[in-house]
């Protein structure tokens, strides 16, 4: 079977064609960083508009690029949500377009289940049961994966995300959107242990998150100084550690709580580096192996669509011609083809 997929559901507009047998094909993705940095993050309805400009073009790209044409396309899969509604109907409307005209089953994805099985696209590919840490500007999650489509949410922010944190500090101290991965690297030339910024509900059971208090921190840090360069750097180094220091403990935790001994990391936050190192390097000492998709498969893609679809199609699910969005959908409410 091979899939094109369509992803739209904030500020990347992205097309990937996948096959069963032969892997990923192509994936094309057009970002729009530059269209929303004037307004310092994501202005909705050009969100939208922009998707209807790039999407048809990305969709001939990928094609062109997996040489592959409409007759050997054997299903869609589309981003059916959460998201922006305008941006996510954007993709649905192209999605439906397609499916009907070369006639072949569409299915719609839920885009939180295509960051969790991003790491099936990589050569090692993580088991099952596993704890997957979901982390990005709009979630973070920690989710005891049991199979496909079987997902129990063990904890999750009670206010701002991870990611939506570092983009939020990242802007109290000047750096230009998106903030996060400034953020990272100018926390490269930080001294450790220069501020020490509280590390949220760490001092309480469970696994639920909130970052809202240490944005706070770094407000109240920051208010009213003229920082120096290294001053900025330093302030970056101490947000990244507690950051990082906060979503290793919680996941580490989880991964004692269910017994597993893999973990995977999905989402734009997954990319950081200093996340990457040491929680592999924590996870590894406690016998436990840490998975990552490849850096550009965390941000959004449609890459992660194409598998997430690929495989909800072979399982035999199908989706009527209506065009189905959700800006909200909890991951909780997926089920799994009979």
């Known amino acids: 079977m091979r899939v094109l997929a369509i992803e739209s559901s904030c500020d990347e507009s992205a097309v990937a064609v996948l096959d069963a047998e032969r892997g990923l094909l192509a994936h094309e993705l057009w970002s729009q960083i530059?269209?929303?940095?004037?307004?310092?993050?994501?202005?909705?309805e050009l969100a939208s508009r922009d998707h209807v400009r790039r999407l048809l073009p990305l969709v001939s790209a990928a094609l062109h690029a997996a040489?592959?044409?409409?007759?050997?396309?054997?299903?869609?899969?589309?981003?059916?949500?959460?998201?922006?509604?305008?941006?996510?109907?954007?993709?649905?409307?192209?999605?439906?377009?397609?499916?009907?005209?070369?006639?072949?089953?569409?299915?719609?994805v839920h885009h939180l289940e295509g960051h969790l099985l991003a790491p099936l696209l990589e050569a090692a590919a993580p088991k099952f049961p596993h704890v997957a840490l979901l982390v990005s500007g709009g979630h973070t999650m920690l989710i005891d994966v049991r199979q496909i489509g079987h997902y129990v949410l063990l904890g999750e922010t009670r206010d701002d995300a991870a990611g939506e944190c570092f983009d939020k500090t990242a802007k109290l101290l000047?750096?230009?959107?998106?903030?996060?991965?400034?953020?990272?690297?100018?926390?490269?030339?930080?001294?450790?242990?220069?501020?020490?910024?509280?590390?949220?509900?760490?001092?309480?059971?469970?696994?639920?998150f909130s970052f809202s208090g240490l944005k706070t921190a770094v407000m109240l840090l920051v208010r009213n100084r003229q920082l120096t360069e290294q001053e900025r750097a330093d302030v970056a180094r101490a947000v990244q550690d507690a950051i990082v220091a906060t979503l290793c403990a919680k996941s580490l935790s989880a991964l004692e709580h269910t017994g597993y001994d893999t973990l995977v990391i999905a989402g734009g936050v997954g990319a950081n580096e200093e996340l990457r190192t040491r929680l592999s390097g924590q996870a590894a000492a406690r016998g436990a192996r840490v998975y990552y998709p490849r850096a550009e498969f965390c941000t959004d893609n449609a890459?992660?669509?194409?598998?997430?679809?690929?495989?909800?199609?072979?399982?035999?699910?199908?989706?009527?011609?209506?065009?189905?969005?959700?800006?909200?959908?909890?991951?909780?409410?997926?089920?799994?083809?009979?």
């Open 174 to 208: 000047g750096l230009p959107y998106p903030g996060g991965p400034q953020l990272a690297q100018l926390a490269a030339r930080g001294r450790a242990g220069v501020h020490k910024l509280p590390r949220p509900m760490l001092d309480q059971p469970g696994f639920e």
């Open 303 to 338: 890459a992660m669509i194409a598998i997430a679809g690929l495989l909800r199609l072979q399982a035999g699910e199908r989706w009527d011609e209506r065009i189905q969005v959700w800006a909200r959908w909890p991951l909780t409410e997926l089920s799994w083809p009979v």
């Open 67 to 108: 040489h592959t044409d409409a007759a050997q396309i054997n299903g869609i899969a589309y981003t059916a949500g959460p998201g922006l509604a305008g941006a996510l109907l954007s993709g649905a409307a192209l999605a439906q377009s397609l499916a009907f005209g070369w006639g072949v089953p569409i299915v719609g």
């Open 34 to 44: 530059d269209l929303h940095r004037l307004y310092g993050g994501v202005v909705p």
